[in-house]
């Protein structure tokens, strides 16, 4: 996620954080450099310049020069103004008093909004919501059965019929909604390839037709200022709430993400992190400024951790470590849990620092292969072999080697590295028994913490 875009921001600012005074001249070449860095990204050029100069207004003023740190106040400066760039807050979705939230979903056919349709309603029914969806794509070939079938593999109800005309599709969506005491509806409009006003004189009826609380428009992070301009387009003539980024996850230069509040007005809610129905964020300007300049973000590792860990399974896991029970079929069930939480490298960039561990040493030590490996290497084994990692012998791991496609270097390896986690949980569990973590806890018997 804007990787290319982070790296040289932070590089940047790393010069200047070593420096223990800060010149005009060092916060000129620093702002040059941001300003390339910006642009590179495909950031729109009036946003850049305003940005830019918002900056260096502030960073050669007494706000920095005054500072013992400059070069930390300078990196505080940006990240404040990255954060006012993307909205500040979070823009969160109007919720109506008064019957069913109508969301309505706009873009261009290549935006991902059929997916996003399913994804925002996944995410709204675990806030709690019961939504239905309204399949009023009639134009483009299997949209309405794309819809189906993807509400129905996460057990949503989807509304559809044979009507030729959308804005009674959609009224009738909303009827069915209020009847059947559904409290969101999210519609599925049509998209084209290009924006003509066919198609926005049918969004503007159908907008008119329901009154929904929410006209969100779904772009492509990847087209970058393409996206900035399809935003600006939708705004004029249908006027909208706010935006879903999508394909995030992808080689995305982050220019769209840095610009569309700027220069439309409209806050980004949600973003797309991936093609799971799961794979859909809030949108939160001030995560994401540090996550891009490698502060990390915390706040967003926790809440994906919540959501993806089992509490009671961590809990049976927890006895199982202090009793010294840890076996192959636990150690599976945690990469599994572990998977759930995304990308290895998503969850690196959101820990204070992580971003500037080498990728050399990311893909050695945390290449997502690895964990594939793994679990065809514990699937290959008996039940008993993976609570008894001892009967293993030689003949056993050939069988286990061929069974899961790797060779048995790879399963020593993996008993080895299990055999250390086993040593390191017993160690844990007798210096508890003995009172001394409490001890060292408490920065006593010389511990340093």
């Not at 807050?89 to 290549?110: C, E, F, N, R, Y």
Request: with cysteine.
């Amino acid at each position: 996620m804007f990787s290319n875009l982070a790296d040289k921001l932070q590089k940047t600012l790393r010069q200047l954080k070593g420096k223990g005074k800060l010149s005009e001249k060092d916060v000129d070449a620093a702002m040059r450099e941001i300003r390339l860095a910006l642009l590179e990204a495909d950031v729109n050029f009036k946003v850049v310049k305003d940005f830019v100069a918002k900056i260096r207004e502030r960073a050669v003023g007494h706000e920095v020069m005054s500072s013992l740190t400059p070069g930390q106040q300078v990196v505080k400066i940006v990240n404040q103004e990255m954060t006012r760039l993307m909205g500040e807050t979070h823009g969160s979705l109007a919720i109506s008093d008064k019957g069913p939230t109508s969301i309505m979903l706009v873009g261009l056919q290549g935006s991902g909004k059929t997916t996003t349709v399913v994804k925002l309603a996944v995410h709204l029914r675990k806030g709690g919501r019961n939504p239905l969806l309204v399949a009023a794509d009639i134009y483009r070939p299997g949209a309405v059965k794309q819809l189906k079938i993807l509400s129905d593999s996460v057990d949503i109800r989807c509304y559809s019929n044979e009507e030729d005309d959308p804005v009674e599709i959609c009224r009738d969506g909303l009827q069915t909604a209020i009847k059947d005491g559904f409290d969101t509806v999210i519609f599925d409009t049509a998209g084209r390839l290009h924006i003509d006003e066919e198609m926005m004189s049918e969004l503007a009826a159908i907008r008119d037709t329901v009154e929904p609380s929410e006209v969100l428009l779904v772009v492509d992070a990847m087209t970058g200022q393409d996206a900035v301009n399809a935003a600006e387009s939708f705004n004029k003539k249908v006027g909208l709430s706010g935006v879903i980024l999508t394909k995030l996850d992808g080689d995305t230069r982050g220019g769209a993400a840095l610009s569309v509040r700027a220069v439309t007005g409209c806050p980004i809610k949600f973003i797309g992190v991936g093609e799971k129905v799961e794979a859909l964020e809030p949108f939160y300007p001030d995560r994401m400024a540090s996550r891009i300049l490698g502060m990390g973000d915390v706040l967003s590792l926790i809440e994906k951790a919540e959501a993806s860990i089992d509490q009671t399974k961590a809990r049976e896991m927890e006895q199982k470590l202090r009793s010294q029970q840890f076996t192959l079929d636990d150690f599976k069930d945690q990469l599994g849990q572990l998977k759930n939480l995304g990308s290895l490298d998503d969850i690196l960039n959101m820990i204070p620092g992580g971003g500037n561990i080498p990728k050399e040493v990311r893909q050695m030590s945390l290449d997502e292969n690895n964990f594939t490996r793994v679990e065809a290497i514990i699937g290959s084994m008996t039940k008993n072999e993976r609570q008894d990692p001892s009967v293993l012998n030689s003949s056993r791991r050939r069988r286990i080697a061929m069974g899961s496609g790797t060779t048995v270097q790879d399963v020593n390896r993996l008993l080895n590295q299990f055999s250390q986690m086993q040593k390191m949980f017993k160690q844990m569990s007798s210096l508890e028994k003995k009172g001394t973590l409490k001890k060292m806890k408490k920065g006593k018997k010389g511990f340093p913490f």
